[in-house]
């Protein structure tokens, strides 16, 4: 069925590093994707996002990539800061559709 | 902007009775929510899509009668459970998108979730 799941359910990295968040989606007809961050206790916190027709957005600290091809999304974290430790959910939306699929997630934990 | 309140945060209730969630967007206007439903380290599972003035939508496995959902306003849909078990016991979290044109590419905005423990 329709699912976006993730390689790594936890991932370990040292204050300062990057980070990189990878998620392999499974609907080809999936046209909006997301990133979220959740902490704990609270709901998702919106990230960064990216259309289908391109292949790489960047923000302030982060960057969503987007490989169609191969049907991976992964987020990439410069600079990780102990604050960025938390969840992190790629998520979907099939064409034309209001609803959003999630994925597994990914705990990220930064040491100092 | 676009925030959106859920109340309570917390809520713990006996077997059998019925508990109200309630989601608000403060500041921009829903047509459309969504209440989704997690288990601790796990994902976020969709259980039903709220639309204002008509019937909400249920995913597959989710029963309607044991979760209520009602959106009376633009603003403002409430999440019933009813006859409350033990494995009701989650986080429940609501969201919703800032009606606009071709806001099905926009992110969802998410409250903060209601921690429900049914003894």
């Known amino acids: 069925g329709e699912s976006v799941g993730l390689h790594l359910p936890t991932l370990s990295v040292q204050e300062g590093d990057n980070s990189i968040i990878n998620c392999a989606y499974s609907?080809?007809?999936?046209?909006?994707f997301i990133w979220y961050k959740q902490e704990s206790g609270k709901g998702p916190q919106f990230i960064i996002d990216?259309?289908?027709?391109?292949d790489k957005r960047q923000g302030q600290r982060v960057t969503v990539l987007l490989n169609k091809t191969v049907k991976h999304l992964s987020l990439q974290i410069a600079a990780t800061q102990p604050g960025d430790s938390a969840v992190y959910f790629c998520?979907?939306?099939?064409?034309?559709?209001?609803?959003?699929?999630f994925g597994a997630g990914t705990r990220l934990f930064v040491k100092a | 902007g676009a925030v959106v309140s859920q109340h309570p945060s917390r809520v713990i209730c006996k077997s059998g009775t019925s508990v109200k969630i309630e989601c608000r967007s403060l500041?921009?206007?829903?047509?459309?929510m969504f209440w989704y439903r997690q288990f601790p380290k796990q994902s976020l599972m969709l259980m039903a899509t709220?639309?204002?003035?008509?019937?909400?939508?249920?995913e597959q496995g989710v029963e309607k009668d044991k979760f209520l959902i009602n959106h009376a306003s633009l603003t403002l849909s409430t999440l019933t459970v009813t006859s409350a078990h033990p494995e009701d016991s989650s986080f429940y979290i609501c969201?919703?998108?800032?009606?606009?044109?071709?806001?099905?590419?926009?992110?969802?905005?998410f409250g903060n979730g209601t921690r429900l423990t049914v003894t």
């Open positions: 969201s919703a998108r800032e009606d606009r044109p071709s806001s099905y590419n926009s992110p969802l905005h």
């Open positions: 609907n080809s007809a999936s046209d909006y």
């Open positions: 990216i259309r289908s027709n391109m």
């Open positions: 998520a979907e939306n099939p064409t034309g559709g209001f609803k959003t699929i």
């Open positions: 500041d921009f206007q829903a047509t459309t």
């Open positions: 709220s639309n204002e003035g008509s019937k909400a939508t249920y």
